[in-house]
């Protein structure tokens, strides 16, 4: 049998090759191929492996042509420029390094952090044009300033030792950070807009979502401090750059450094030309040992796939073995639908996670499943969380996660999972189970009986149970032209609480929503999808 092949179609180490030859694979080091799409289309069926940093877009386009294509391997954290989902229906398993240049990109922030205050590359420009402008430059210290870090996950905790070690006071915002994790870390938690107001320097690591989109918008950039300094070094997209130019020009915001673009390659940007800002072109990852790190990474992964079955640092496939796949696989969906459930309902910072298996699934791979569900939970702010990642960022946010099984104590259904997300504000619960079709199912949310299977677009709406709403809400439905698929009902008492799980073809439009909301019996409407 022939030996898999694998095609590497971007500028990884040398190290890559010489592994994945080394343990038997043939290897085509093509690193052109990244920016040429129609070679790449036409010689992408040859491939079972392809591995990839950011130049080479992996569409579904490719993927339709790519008949052989068993796994990709992305050297480094994001897999934006992967139809992950395309991926997924073809069978191929996509795999990320999500830790391997961590301190790099850390240092880089810190580096830039330097840059801005010191406007070293204007005066670098200035001297070796033959200006001897020493009296131009005039910069701040770091030393006893406020580091206001938002996302304080793996990178933004490296950047917080190293702002510690360099006298800054650090603050920091992040929903997942735990008062247990921030006394560790040696930050002061505060929320986005007390960090605003307070912080001298401010820098993003937080992934790009629809949640952290503009996250530094014309609106919040007003909250800021006075001469406030930024940097990115996380994502494209956090920051709006037009708002930001406008509050360069005002003097409002003193400085910027960006290594990340809403538009990348960067040629033209509403903040290049602005003598206070300082540009980089993606460079977080660009040391040579972070990138032999995810260079080999990916290649030790992918082997390990093609020539074994063994899944490490998987985004779209859990780790779990050939003999008990068949069995777990529909549990694995029920765990992180379930939790995806209350992760989408918890807005305030996840202090813990607890499940509890009842009946046969007990006596599964529980471990698997716990991931599975851990992943769900924290998926809607982290879309880049897989399985394997999923129990080490929930230890280093200090989110507890426990786990109990009772074995034969589920009378209703042969197996039962519940699932407590205890956030700061409130705890959230939701108890589902598999049925005889394969498919997971709703049973239970806030200890109140419900059926509902997971639709790809719901709305989850906790009302008085009392009459009329039932006519109300269809008719706010049925008025803005939305098709219900599914209506499924829940109470804990005559006239008490009561919960409705309806499922329709699209999502559902925000001025619908407030309309919802402003239904009588209505408590609170949420809109959640699968």
Same mark, same amino acid.
Request: charged share 20%; with cysteine; hydrophobic share 45%.
């Given at each position: ?16 090759? !010489? ?50 294509? +068993? ?20 069978? #191929? ?44 430059? =005039? ?105 930001? +130019? ?6 409002? #915001? ?28 993606? =460079? ?6 972070? !990138?032999?790190?995810?260079?080999? !990474? ?7 796939? =093609? ?36 992760? !989408? ?72 999972? $519940? ?52 006519? $109300? ?17 829940? $109470? ?22 407030? +309309? ?15």
């Amino acid at each position: 049998m022939p030996a898999p092949k694998v095609l590497i179609s971007d500028a990884l180490s040398e190290a890559a090759v !010489q592994s994945l030859r080394e343990r038997g694979l043939a290897v085509d080091f093509r690193p052109e191929l990244g920016r040429d799409r129609d070679a790449l289309l036409a010689c992408i069926d040859a491939y079972d492996g392809l591995a990839i940093r950011s130049a080479t877009r992996v569409t579904e386009k490719l993927l339709a042509r790519a008949g052989r294509l +068993r796994v990709i391997g992305r050297a480094g954290i994001g897999v934006d420029n992967v139809d992950v989902a395309a991926a997924t229906a073809r069978g #191929v398993v996509v795999m990320n390094t999500p830790f391997g240049n961590s301190i790099t990109t850390a240092e880089h922030a810190i580096a830039m952090m330097f840059a801005l205050a010191r406007q070293i590359p204007q005066a670098d420009a200035s001297t070796q044009a033959g200006r001897w402008e020493k009296t131009r430059f =005039l910069g701040v210290e770091l030393t006893g300033k406020t580091l206001g870090i938002i996302g304080c996950g793996n990178i933004g905790a490296v950047v917080t030792d190293r702002a510690i070690g360099l006298r800054l006071r650090v603050v920091a915002y992040d929903p997942y950070l735990t008062p247990e994790r921030a006394t560790e870390l040696g930050v002061e938690k505060l929320d986005l807009d007390a960090l605003l107001a307070r912080a001298d320097i401010i820098s993003l690591h937080v992934p790009l979502t629809e949640r952290t989109r503009d996250l530094l918008s014309a609106e919040t950039l007003a909250l800021t401090k006075p001469g406030v300094r930024i940097v990115n070094c996380a994502r494209g997209g956090l920051v709006d750059e037009v708002a930001l +130019r406008a509050a360069l020009d005002s003097g409002h #915001v003193a400085g910027a450094a960006f290594d990340v673009f809403v538009t990348e390659p960067a040629h033209d940007n509403p903040l290049f030309g602005h003598p206070n800002v300082v540009c980089t072109p993606h =460079l977080g990852a660009a040391t040579r040992e972070a !990138q032999e790190n995810v260079a080999l !990474q990916v290649a030790e992964q992918m082997a390990d796939y =093609l020539l074994q079955g063994a899944v490490r640092n998987a985004v779209n496939l859990p780790a779990i073995s050939a003999e008990e796949a068949p069995r777990l696989r529909p549990f694995v969906a029920l765990a992180e639908k379930l939790g995806s459930f209350l992760g !989408q309902l918890t807005d305030a910072p996840v202090r813990g996670i607890r499940l509890t298996f009842e009946g046969a699934v007990a006596e599964m791979n529980t471990r698997a499943l716990t991931a599975a569900a851990v992943t769900g939970v924290l998926r809607p702010v982290l879309p880049g969380i897989n399985m394997v990642s999923a129990p080490a960022i929930a230890r280093e946010r200090g989110i507890v996660v426990e786990a109990v099984t009772r074995a034969g104590s589920a009378p209703d259904y042969e197996s039962v999972l $519940r699932i407590t997300v205890d956030a700061e504000d409130m705890p959230r619960d939701a108890a589902g189970t598999v049925f005889h079709d394969g498919k997971p199912r709703l049973i239970e949310i806030r200890s109140i009986p419900i059926d509902a299977a997971f639709s790809a677009h719901m709305l989850y709406v906790r009302n008085r149970d009392e009459p009329g709403f039932i006519g $109300r809400f269809g008719s706010v439905l049925g008025e803005a032209s939305v098709n219900v698929a599914t209506f499924n009902l829940g $109470r804990d008492a005559r006239g008490g609480n009561a919960i409705c799980l309806c499922a329709v073809d699209a999502p559902v439009p925000d001025d619908v929503l407030e +309309r919802i909301a402003a239904i009588p019996q209505v408590k609170w409407v949420r809109p959640v999808s699968f």
